[in-house]
């Protein structure tokens, strides 16, 4: 992938995929690269889309800072993939798949606002409250109940088949609540301190918080705490996946497992100093490193090699990224075109929105479906000197919130 660099520190490929981001994205970035905390350039992924305050699928490197938007509201979302031994000849009947996930559902509480009915224990409670005490509401008793549930949204549950013919088990959530109040928190805390040091942003969205302060350490160390818990939120999900899996197909054998996050920032050391690296809507692709990149619930999914490229702070895209907004999707396609590109795939039936604002009253929610997102195999090309394609998977059985 080659390069362009304004003279506002802004770095893109030169690829057609990047006429298509939309203006808005782009603002976002040009703001970025006149950030006073910044460094270096602004790279963009594959899957770049318009997001708050940082474009989704963004990467920036913060000098001695951290950005409460940069890194979003589901702090720590990602993925957790599991290979196993099983041929995928072996669930070829839709009626089987249809019993597997019937049968994950009542394990597994799905969407928004569904958690389970008593809270859930977990040693990395007590260990942050050990060590910190109660800091604002981290955490909650909604935090405990959430824990091991997928939310709505993008998020989902797929089981899957590799191009050999074996199949995996693949899962796409993070926080929960928990990461959007400490992003909430932090951001006020950041505009009230930047407005404090009379600090000239580009956008009052991109406040931020300097790490020599209190409150800058303060949100890391929360930052941490929400991508502990969205990594155990995953795993627990995977075991009653795999358990469920294991019932209805006895000689099932569990292999290489891979838990990644997206949405973080982290202290790396890129070219020749230490910098905060933010992934918004973007995965570490480090050299050697196994990733995972999914495409929308109904197109193909990828295991990844990264290849340490610098040029993107050894990073790369999260997944397909949007072409449709939420509106947009719900507004333009319809349920037949939708039905078409899910054919021969378990999944749950459009439903109409719920609880959301005026413009989508009356409208089925069609916001997540194959045409709604980017085709993933173009995004695959596009970051070809970013990672190395493994494994591509192609779903069998989709479950969302």
Same mark, same amino acid.
């Given at each position: 992938?080659?390069w362009?660099?304004?003279?506002?520190?802004l770095?893109?490929?030169?690829k057609?995929? *990047?006429?298509k981001?939309?203006?808005?994205?782009?603002?976002?970035?040009?703001?970025?690269a006149? @950030?006073p905390?910044?460094?270096?350039?602004v790279?963009?992924?594959?899957?770049?889309?318009?997001g +708050?305050?940082?474009p989704? /699928?963004?990467?920036i490197?913060?000098?001695?800072?951290?950005?409460p938007?940069?890194? /979003?509201?589901? #702090?720590g *979302?990602?993925?957790?993939?599991?290979?196993?031994n099983?041929?995928a000849?072996?669930?070829?009947?839709?009626?089987?798949?249809?019993?597997?996930?019937d049968?994950l559902?009542t394990?597994?509480?799905?969407?928004?606002?569904?958690?389970?009915?008593?809270?859930?224990?977990?040693?990395?409670?007590e260990?942050?409250?050990?060590?910190?005490?109660?800091?604002?509401?981290?955490?909650?008793?909604?935090?405990?109940r959430?824990?091991?549930?997928?939310?709505?949204?993008?998020?989902?549950?797929?089981?899957?088949?590799?191009?050999?013919?074996?199949?995996?088990?693949?899962?796409?959530s993070g926080?929960r609540?928990?990461? @959007?109040?400490?992003?909430?928190?932090?951001?006020?805390?950041?505009?009230?301190?930047?407005?404090?040091?009379?600090?000239?942003?580009?956008?009052?969205e991109?406040?931020?918080?300097?790490?020599?302060?209190?409150?800058?350490?303060?949100?890391?160390?929360?930052?941490?705490?929400?991508?502990? +818990?969205?990594?155990?939120?995953? =795993?627990r999900?995977?075991?009653?996946?795999?358990?469920?899996?294991?019932?209805?197909?006895?000689?099932?054998?569990?292999?290489?497992?891979?838990?990644?996050? =997206?949405?973080?920032?982290s202290?790396e050391f890129?070219?020749?100093?230490?910098?905060y690296?933010?992934?918004?809507?973007?995965?570490?692709?480090?050299?050697?490193?196994?990733g995972? #990149?999914?495409?929308?619930?109904?197109?193909?999914? +990828?295991?990844?090699?990264?290849?340490?490229?610098?040029?993107?702070?050894?990073?790369?895209? =999260?997944?397909a990224?949007?072409?449709?907004?939420?509106?947009a999707?719900?507004?333009?396609?319809t349920?037949?075109?939708c039905?078409?590109?899910?054919?021969? #795939?378990? +999944?749950?039936?459009?439903?109409?929105?719920?609880?959301?604002?005026?413009? @989508?009253?009356?409208?089925?929610?069609?916001?997540?479906?194959?045409?709604?997102?980017?085709?993933?195999?173009?995004?695959?090309?596009?970051?070809?000197d970013?990672?190395?394609?493994?494994?591509?998977?192609?779903?069998?059985a989709?479950?969302?919130g």
């Amino acid at each position: 992938m080659k390069w362009i660099k304004n003279d506002d520190g802004l770095k893109l490929p030169i690829k057609s995929w *990047c006429e298509k981001i939309e203006e808005k994205a782009m603002e976002q970035a040009m703001d970025l690269a006149r @950030h006073p905390a910044l460094v270096r350039h602004v790279a963009l992924m594959p899957d770049c889309h318009v997001g +708050y305050g940082m474009p989704i /699928g963004g990467v920036i490197a913060a000098d001695n800072a951290v950005l409460p938007s940069a890194v /979003g509201v589901d #702090i720590g *979302c990602g993925m957790i993939a599991v290979q196993t031994n099983i041929p995928a000849e072996r669930l070829s009947e839709m009626r089987d798949r249809r019993a597997l996930q019937d049968k994950l559902k009542t394990r597994i509480p799905v969407g928004e606002a569904v958690a389970h009915l008593a809270p859930q224990t977990w040693e990395g409670f007590e260990r942050y409250l050990d060590t910190n005490g109660a800091v604002c509401d981290f955490p909650s008793k909604l935090d405990r109940r959430n824990l091991g549930t997928l939310g709505g949204g993008n998020h989902f549950i797929e089981l899957q088949k590799s191009d050999d013919g074996f199949v995996w088990l693949m899962i796409h959530s993070g926080s929960r609540n928990l990461g @959007h109040r400490i992003e909430k928190h932090y951001q006020t805390v950041a505009k009230e301190l930047n407005a404090s040091f009379r600090v000239d942003l580009p956008n009052p969205e991109l406040a931020f918080l300097p790490m020599d302060t209190q409150e800058g350490q303060d949100y890391l160390r929360d930052m941490k705490f929400a991508m502990a +818990y969205a990594f155990e939120n995953r =795993h627990r999900m995977m075991e009653a996946f795999k358990a469920t899996l294991a019932e209805a197909v006895p000689e099932t054998e569990f292999l290489q497992e891979i838990n990644i996050h =997206h949405n973080y920032a982290s202290l790396e050391f890129h070219q020749g100093k230490n910098f905060y690296i933010h992934r918004k809507g973007a995965t570490s692709a480090k050299k050697g490193e196994i990733g995972i #990149i999914p495409g929308s619930m109904g197109t193909a999914s +990828y295991i990844v090699r990264g290849l340490g490229n610098e040029e993107s702070f050894s990073s790369c895209s =999260h997944g397909a990224g949007r072409a449709l907004s939420r509106l947009a999707a719900s507004s333009q396609l319809t349920i037949e075109e939708c039905d078409a590109a899910m054919t021969g #795939i378990v +999944y749950e039936r459009w439903g109409k929105y719920r609880d959301f604002d005026k413009r @989508h009253k009356g409208l089925v929610d069609l916001s997540e479906a194959p045409q709604a997102y980017k085709p993933i195999d173009d995004v695959i090309a596009a970051e070809a000197d970013l990672v190395e394609p493994l494994v591509r998977l192609t779903p069998l059985a989709v479950l969302k919130g």
